[in-house]
T-cell receptor, first 113, second 112 residues
Framework: AQSVSQHNHHVILSEAASLELGCNYS??????LFWYVQYPGQHLQLLLK??????LVKGIKGFEAEFIKSKFSFNLRKPSVQWSDTAEYFC???????????FGKGTRLSVIA | KAGVTQTPRYLIKTRGQQVTLSCSPI?????VSWYQQTPGQGLQFLFE???????NKGNFPGRFSGRQFSNSRSEMNVSTLELGDSALYLC???????????FGSGTRLTVV
């Protein structure tokens, strides 16, 4: 079964710093990849998704992610974080076929002024 | 367009009791998935339903069950509640995998 690893449990950044959150998955076949965000007290929202095509995917709120198939990675990036980006970020993968969406354990991002 | 609606939002139950949670997907979405979210384990997949059939099941004990109705609404049931069942239970729906999943706000279950 596929699994997803998010290496950073908690990341603390100052405003305007650049962000990169790691995500690796374990599955050798075709995958669909997602990043979700959960702001404090709110429900999970889709940030961006990758199915095929350009491996650099742009999402909402200035986020982007790059799919590197050879590294089984789908890292999330943002050039300049804001205080409002404080949230928990989840990477998720679904493989081709009849499989469920599997999540990583999440990375908590705290942005300080 | 209404989102995924979960009821109730909060629930407090006693050990040994049973509980039923409800999820109404976005209109037109035929697939509904359930997840358990806890601080230590993140989001763990419970089950997925499509057109009233359970398509996938996660690694949870048989005390956890679910069903989907003909209008795509789904319920999950937990019997003989344990303290460790305290969690946020999330429901997500999708019309098709290519669209990604839309999540509800969840039901926060506290078992005392």
């Amino acid at each position: 079964a596929q699994s997803v690893s998010q290496h950073n449990h908690h990341v603390i950044l100052s405003e305007a710093a650049s962000l990169e959150l790691g995500c690796n998955y374990s599955y050798g076949g075709t995958v669909n990849l997602f990043w979700y965000v959960q702001y404090p007290g709110q429900h999970l929202q889709l940030l961006l998704k990758y199915f095929s095509g350009d491996p650099l995917v742009k999402g909402i709120k200035g986020f982007e992610a790059e799919f590197i198939k050879s590294k089984f990675s789908f890292n999330l990036r943002k050039p300049s974080v804001q205080w409002s980006d404080t949230a928990e970020y989840f990477c998720a993968v679904i493989t081709s076929g009849n499989t469920p969406l599997v999540f990583g354990k999440g990375t908590r991002l705290s942005v300080i002024a | 367009k209404a989102g995924v609606t979960q009821t109730p939002r909060y629930l407090i139950k006693t050990r040994g009791q049973q509980v039923t949670l409800s999820c109404s997907p976005i209109s037109g979405h035929r697939s509904v998935s359930w997840y358990q979210q806890t601080p230590g384990q993140g989001l763990q997949f419970l089950f997925e339903y499509f057109s009233e059939t359970q398509r996938n099941k996660g690694n949870f004990p048989g005390r956890f069950s679910g069903r989907q109705f003909s209008n795509s609404r789904s319920e999950m049931n937990v019997s003989t509640l344990e303290l460790g069942d305290s969690a946020l239970y999330l429901c997500a729906s999708t019309p098709d995998l290519n669209y990604g999943y839309t999540f509800g706000s969840g039901t926060r279950l506290t078992v005392v």
